[in-house]
């Protein structure tokens, strides 16, 4: 079974422009979360994403926004980016239900540069 | 909220040396607990589990206990490999109201490099 695939890997952007992000997850997984990894501030939940509806967000401004798609795929996008965007982004996905463990698997990541 | 502590390091061990990586949480729910490793230019891989008081998680050599009255998840393993070299977190995921797991809340992660 194929893995979580994150396109792109690598993107620079000058401040001010936007960006999105595109997540394919595991076959059959519903759930799909993003995280930031920065080495400042480490690994940060952004949102997670079921049936496409958002079911939790976490503590970032609102110029970062997600949606899911009918197939489970997802899409993050930053506006008006600054520097402190800069941060490797990772999705997530997790094969719902009580008896899973709540187990999430990551993809490879994309790295985005803001300059 | 919901915080997990664990030893940031660096460590450094020689080859086929025992390792311990401690972990503590803070959860207000029943977490699942979780170990996942990242090598250098990698998203994070999933090392092992444990979902609930007593169980242990293992994969690889290595191990985690689930100890819910020290709130701890420490990992060990008896012998490094120079190839076990990688960044090594601690995460815990709480049930929300509506029983599923919603999101992971990560440790700071250790680096730990192994010399031959």
């Known amino acids: 079974k194929a893995g979580v695939t994150q396109t792109p890997r690598y993107l620079i952007k000058t401040r001010g422009q936007q960006v999105t992000l595109s997540c394919s997850p595991i076959?059959?997984?519903?759930?799909v979360s993003w995280y930031q990894q920065t080495p400042g501030q480490g690994l940060q939940f952004l949102f997670e994403?079921?049936?496409?509806?958002?079911?939790n967000k976490g503590n970032f401004p609102g110029r970062f926004s997600g949606r899911q798609f009918s197939n489970s795929r997802s899409e993050m996008n930053v506006s008006t980016l600054e520097l402190g965007d800069s941060a490797l982004y990772l999705c997530?996905?997790?094969?719902?239900?009580?008896?899973?463990?709540?187990?999430?698997?990551f993809g490879p990541g994309t790295r985005l540069t803001v300059t | 909220g919901d915080s997990v502590t664990q030893m940031e390091g660096p460590v450094t061990l020689s080859e086929e040396a025992f390792l311990t990586i401690n972990c503590t949480y803070t959860?207000?729910?029943?977490?699942?607990l979780f170990w996942y490793v990242q090598y250098p230019g990698e998203g994070l891989q999933l090392l092992l589990k444990?979902?609930?008081?007593?169980d242990k998680g293992s994969n690889k050599g290595f191990e985690a206990t689930y100890r819910k009255e020290t709130t701890s998840f420490h990992l060990e393993k008896g012998s490094v490999q120079v190839s076990d070299s990688a960044v090594y977190f601690c995460?815990?995921?709480?049930?929300?109201?509506?029983?599923?797991?919603?999101?992971?809340?990560f440790g700071k992660g250790t680096l730990l490099t192994v010399n031959p």
């Open positions: 959860a207000t729910g029943y977490p699942s």
């Open positions: 997530a996905s997790s094969l719902e239900g009580t008896g899973t463990g709540g187990e999430q698997y």
């Open positions: 444990a979902t609930k008081a007593d």
């Open positions: 995460a815990l995921s709480d049930r929300g109201s509506g029983g599923s797991n919603y999101k992971l809340t």
């Open positions: 994403y079921f049936s496409e509806t958002q079911r």
């Open positions: 076959s059959g997984h519903r759930s």
